[in-house]
């Protein structure tokens, strides 16, 4: 039985089981075992099993189980891990490219229109020209996108662009970094499995950390009291990756049922996020413990204008970044975002 790899799965450690001559799949996620989104992806997980008649496995591996999460891009290419499902921000010293993929800040105006573009407008094959320029040849793009945008974490109100000042916020390296200092923050990179511990023992104020639901599966309510929602800056795309010479020695159904898999995939958890996320942000408005902040149009405007500096500062670092941000803009023009 040919080994095989996919990418967004799974509790820490699960493995899903069919067919008794079936290999498992090392995956590693950027996620952490007991996150909303480790065990919806785990769920779902199940259905590729049943379009293979359980011949395709997976043993979920949570962030940093078998490397730093930095480095999962060479793992897999070097076949140590199958794939992975991680975000591309996190790759933003291999090149600026990557932190304009990963997630061009204040840009898009919901998740829905920045996965389309990434799974139907060009997004994916602009992740994966860099990839062929990084690692040539060793790894294919599956698919990538958000699955909601980011609802800040804080431990202080921030009701505007002025509220940022001097605030110590985790941020992924790379665009996000760029904007909160330009904004006048203090941004840190912290691994997303470290921001409870940080924002307890007061490293950071705030955390650039995942959407809702996955915050509060996290516990980040019961120490950051004033989230801010909707998010007003991130949406971490997130992305699909699979070791080249794996997915080619497999058959061409089974190539087939992982690319339908993961478009499926996608969508469902973009959906799922947003209606989970609603049901608890309405629970914890009644509650009255939290104060949820949404930012007016007037400061969401000044933030982007902010961001739109920082895009245009990545995009000269590299023909790579360069390339990805006329990509970007360029589908934002199709829809009339410009």
């Keep these: 039985m040919k080994k095989i790899l996919i990418s967004a799965l799974v509790v820490a450690g ?3 089981t069919g067919a008794a001559s079936a290999k498992k799949l090392k ?6 075992a007991g996150d909303w989104a480790h065990t919806y992806m785990g769920e779902k997980a199940k259905i590729l099993s049943d379009l293979t008649d359980g011949k395709l496995q997976i043993e979920g591996l949570p962030t940093k ?3 730093p999460h930095r480095e999962t891009i060479d793992a897999v290419a070097n076949g140590i891990l199958d794939g992975d499902f991680n975000a591309i921000a996190y790759f933003a010293g291999r090149d600026p490219a990557f932190a304009i993929m990963g997630d061009l800040i204040a840009g898009y105006d919901t998740p829905k229109q920045y996965q389309e573009y990434c799974m139907h407008g060009g997004g994916k094959e602009m992740l994966q020209k860099i990839y062929d320029s990084v690692l040539p040849g060793k790894i294919l793009v599956l698919g990538c996108g958000p699955y909601g945008k980011e609802a800040l974490v804080s431990k202080v109100p921030i009701n505007g662009v002025a509220d940022l000042k001097g605030v110590k916020i985790r941020s992924p390296e790379g665009l996000a970094a760029d904007v909160f200092r330009r904004a006048g923050a203090s941004p840190s990179s912290i691994p997303f499995s470290e921001v409870y511990t940080s924002l307890e023992k007061g490293i950071v104020d705030a955390a650039d950390a995942s959407v809702y639901i996955n915050n509060h599966a996290s516990g980040f309510h019961k120490i950051a009291k004033y989230p801010l929602y909707p998010g007003i800056h991130s ?3 997130l992305q699909t990756i699979i070791n080249k010479k794996v997915f080619n020695k497999l058959s061409k159904q089974h190539q087939t049922a992982l690319t339908v898999w993961t478009y499926m ?3 469902a958890k973009l959906r799922d996020a947003g209606l989970d996320g609603r049901a608890q942000v309405a629970k914890d408005k009644a509650a009255g413990d939290l104060t949820i902040i949404d930012w007016p149009v007037s400061e969401r405007a000044k933030f982007r204008q902010i961001a739109v500096e920082a895009w245009n500062s990545a995009a000269s670092k590299s023909p790579l970044a360069k390339e990805a941000l006329e990509s ?4 934002m023009k199709k829809i009339g975002l410009l």
């Design 328 to 331: 970007n803009l360029s589908y």
């Design 235 to 237: 949406m971490a795309n």
């Design 14 to 16: 699960l493995t899903f």
């Design 265 to 267: 995939t996608w969508t």
């Design 27 to 32: 995956f590693q996620m950027s996620s952490k």
């Design 65 to 67: 189980s078998v490397v």
